[in-house]
């Protein structure tokens, strides 16, 4: 088939540009499924492949957010596991789901290229979710499922932990490369297109909290009130569907490539090591290279130490036959420069933790009923994050942009990391209204005689926890969409998936810090803990305080980081 060699080996391609296409029709950078230049802009790319695009992520994210969202509910339920233990392995595994596809991306953007990674990236999906249900099976076979006095073997428990660490491994070379590939399909030097791939970002995460918020309305239900088995193979059949939708628009799509054969790891890597093993050279020793021209680059003065990368292993050499190229060096300044950003968005990643964790938790204590005979899931709450989100994007793309656009003369309105700004300050103002909403039911709590009773159901509405998600979903139009296009904007051309991969791994170490924060504030507090079993007893009201109180100080040092950012040459400003 003639895509299996098209991301490798295009650049190869004998094809000629007929003579009668004018220069300016040909877009850099791609062809189409057979291989071939593209030269019309209407038949491959842009929004109608996109479309497909979007639709696979719907698809997939339906059947993650199937997964991730009610797991500390399974861990609780039938595997019987205690709240700090559950919240824990789901900050593990979420932290792991978030880094892996940096794993992903290097696969993809030096060996296997984007289309092929996410092919078999959806296969070893759809053999995850099947063990995942197989798992389940086992659990409702024993009967463990309802009853709190059995405890689930130690073969079921690791069978199913295998399979959802399967699901991590398949989502995080899946992830990365499906909004990469997304984005490939607008071309960035053509100023219509560069409005098209931002507003792409937007309606992306649209379609994905789209998936979302179906998945958590009704599937969440089926898990918590007729069984497991089902409520996992959904999700299944849903990624199943998500890779016709892949193949079907296989023959519409652009295909990236690259003229350098090395990896783009690789070559920004030998930059860093060349400038170690020359790391004893001085200033004047590169003029006398002849490489002082790099210090007239966009950014130059940034990072002066990688310059000695330019030095030539020999000394009758050029600059660019031994040494690195400039291109090389500015390419890991590039990289580098997203390093304090990324530092400074993780307490972030910190607070977007708890919306499937303790939130979740809080709800299951509260009078969730509609009517006399049916309960909202605890999970489910979290659609209000999804629906949020698909409401509020249209305004933002529709309504702010312009606005911001006339006001600022900038094509997206405000800069990307002015937009990441505005999230992380609403994020610290969501974990505020957490801690005064908790401080309110457990006060409620005391009051109706409930401290020593956390199976009794807290007389206070469950839509009282509102306020906090949908907060959770305004912030996240801003710095996720905004991070999302950040990390592949600013990246190398031939780093994008890692770039996108960066971005979710904020969310990794996130997890990851959430897991140790709980951890240590639980020795620390002992048996008065703030995360105790009986969450009438216990006192998440303090925890989310100490979050907003880290968030305002990650909100201080991104202002300080952002405002000496110098973006990429070419990219949105």
């Known amino acids: 088939m003639a895509i299996s060699s098209v991301e490798e080996d295009c650049s190869e391609s004998s094809t000629e540009i007929p003579l009668l296409v004018e220069r300016s029709s040909v877009i850099e950078g791609v062809v189409n499924y057979t291989g071939e230049k593209v030269i019309n802009r209407s038949k491959y790319g842009g929004w109608k492949s996109a479309s497909f695009i979007i639709g696979v992520e719907i698809a997939e994210r339906f059947a993650y957010y199937g997964i991730s969202s009610n797991l500390i509910t399974y861990l609780t339920g039938p595997l019987h596991q205690s709240t700090v233990v559950a919240a824990e392995n789901v900050n ?45 099976s086992l659990v409702t076979l024993t009967d463990c499922e309802k009853d709190t006095s059995c405890s689930s073997s130690n073969l079921q428990v690791i069978f199913f932990f295998s399979s959802l660490y399967l699901v991590a491994i398949a989502q995080g070379g899946h992830k990365p490369c499906v909004q990469a590939f997304g984005a490939d399909q607008f071309d960035r030097h053509d100023p219509e297109e560069f409005k098209s791939k931002s507003s792409f970002f937007n309606w992306w995460y649209f379609g994905v909290y789209g998936g979302t918020a179906v998945s958590l309305s009704f599937l969440n239900y089926i898990q918590d009130n007729l069984n497991w088995v089902l409520g996992f193979g959904i999700p299944l059949i849903s990624m199943a569907i998500a890779l016709v939708i892949f193949l079907l628009g296989m023959r519409s799509y652009r295909y990236s490539f690259t003229d350098d054969k090395r990896s783009p790891i690789v070559r920004i890597g030998q930059v860093f090591v060349v400038a170690a093993r020359n790391w004893r050279v001085t200033t004047p020793a590169l003029e006398e290279e002849g490489c002082q021209m790099t210090l007239d680059r966009v950014g130059s003065h940034q990072f002066r130490f990688l310059h000695k990368a330019l030095i030539p292993t020999t000394r009758d050499s050029g600059c660019d036959q031994n040494g690195c190229s400039i291109t090389q060096v500015e390419e890991a300044k590039v990289v580098l420069r997203l390093v304090p950003i990324w530092i400074a968005c993780l307490m972030y990643a910190v607070i977007f933790a ?12 509260m009078d969730r009923s509609i009517g006399s005979n049916f309960e909202i899931p605890a999970a489910s709450l979290q659609t ?6 698909v409401l509020f994007i249209p305004i933002y793309d529709r309504v702010l942009v312009p606005i911001g656009r006339v006001v600022t003369g900038k094509p997206s309105g405000i800069t990307m990391l002015q937009r990441i700004g505005c ?41 009282w926890l509102a306020p906090q998600y949908v907060l959770f979903g305004i912030s996240d139009v801003f710095t996720m969409v905004g991070l999302q296009e950040f990390f592949y904007d600013q990246v190398p051309d031939g780093l994008r998936s890692v770039g996108l991969s960066l971005y979710l791994s904020i969310f990794g170490i996130g997890h990851f810090l959430s897991g140790f924060l709980i951890s240590t504030i639980e020795n620390v507090t002992g048996q008065d803990s703030w995360f105790s079993n009986n969450l009438n007893r216990a006192h998440l009201d303090y925890y989310y305080w100490l979050l907003a109180g880290l968030g305002i100080i990650e909100f201080a040092a991104y202002m300080y980081f952002s405002k000496s950012y110098l973006y990429n040459t070419g990219a949105s400003k």
């Open 384 to 389: 209000l994050i999804s629906l949020s989100i």
């Open 423 to 463: 999230g992380m300050f609403v994020s610290v103002i969501s974990m505020v209204v957490a801690a005064i909403i908790e401080k309110k039911r457990l006060q409620t709590a005391i009051d109706s005689g409930l401290i020593d009773m956390p199976k009794a159901t807290v007389p206070m509405s469950v839509w």
């Open 354 to 365: 708890q919306s499937s964790t303790f939130f979740t938790k809080q709800g299951s204590t």
């Open 92 to 136: 593990i595994w979420s932290g792991v789901a978030s880094l892996l596809p940096l794993l992903g991306a290097f696969v993809a953007d030096s060996y296997l290229g984007r289309f092929r990674t996410i092919l078999f990236s959806s296969l070893l999906y759809l053999l995850g979710l099947g063990l995942l249900t197989m798992s389940a």
